[in-house]
């Protein structure tokens, strides 16, 4: 096997991308938990106002939630892509011939229309390499591959509708609509990280074990 350059082990930024995801996951999953506590005596004949859930909610959310969230949403749009480069790279040491670059794995996101599956391209060809440098062509996607990128652009469709949502809430009704529309995103958020963390976990053990192949043979 010939490589284009070194090999360089991915697994510990992907040790720390997994924990992030999984930090913001709970993180969400307690904020929603809250909420449906706030929330849950509307559900029975109304008895709290929505005006008064709503202010319970701005007193926990700045203080508890947002110095939380925020910035593990940051650090997670700095190391994923990190990882993904890193990954790509790797998968370009073994195959130079490979047609999605490191730099274009990350700008494909953030081109419009391009990135509903340009991104899956690029994650894919970096699978197929990984799993078979010789002949990446005969290796399948895997089907968690394949859900996680399902549940990534449901999430993505959702987050728009609940944007919309916030954004034309005048009354206190309909801004508690919003966020009853945002405990029904979280199962896609979930399955998103669920299936994310999988791929960055497989990813990073083949990359790992052809890195040390790499260096030791």
């Keep these: 096997m010939t490589t284009d350059g070194p090999l360089r082990d991915p697994t510990r930024r992907g040790r720390v991308a997994i924990g992030t995801v999984v930090a913001w996951t709970v993180c969400r999953a307690a904020q929603l938990f809250i909420f449906l506590?706030?929330?849950?005596?509307?559900?029975r004949a109304g008895a709290t106002p929505p005006g008064a859930v709503l202010q319970h909610?701005?007193?926990?959310?700045?203080?508890?939630?947002?110095?939380?969230?925020?910035p593990l949403s940051i650090f997670a749009v700095l190391v994923g892509p990190c990882w993904f480069y890193l990954t790509s790279r790797n998968a370009h040491c073994l195959r130079p011939d490979a047609a999605v670059s490191p730099p274009m794995t990350i700008?494909?996101?953030?081109?419009?229309?391009?990135?509903?599956?340009k991104p899956f391209q690029a994650v894919a060809q970096i699978w197929r390499i990984s799993v078979s440098p010789s002949a990446p062509q005969d290796v399948p996607t895997p089907s968690p591959?394949?859900?996680c990128w399902a549940s990534w652009l449901l999430c993505?469709?959702?987050?728009?509708?609940?944007?919309?949502?916030?954004?034309?809430?005048?009354?206190?009704e309909q801004q508690l609509l919003a966020h009853w529309f945002d405990v029904c995103v979280f199962p896609a958020e979930a399955a998103t990280a669920l299936t994310f963390c999988w791929l960055i976990h497989r990813l990073s053990a083949l990359q790992r074990a052809m890195a040390h192949g790499a260096t030791t043979g």
């Design 107 to 117: 700008l494909w996101f953030v081109v419009p229309a391009a990135n509903l599956f």
């Design 145 to 147: 591959m394949r859900w």
């Design 57 to 70: 909610l701005d007193e926990i959310d700045p203080a508890v939630f947002f110095p939380i969230l925020d």
């Design 156 to 172: 993505n469709a959702l987050l728009c509708v609940e944007g919309n949502l916030a954004r034309v809430a005048v009354r206190p």
């Design 37 to 43: 506590r706030a929330a849950g005596p509307l559900a």
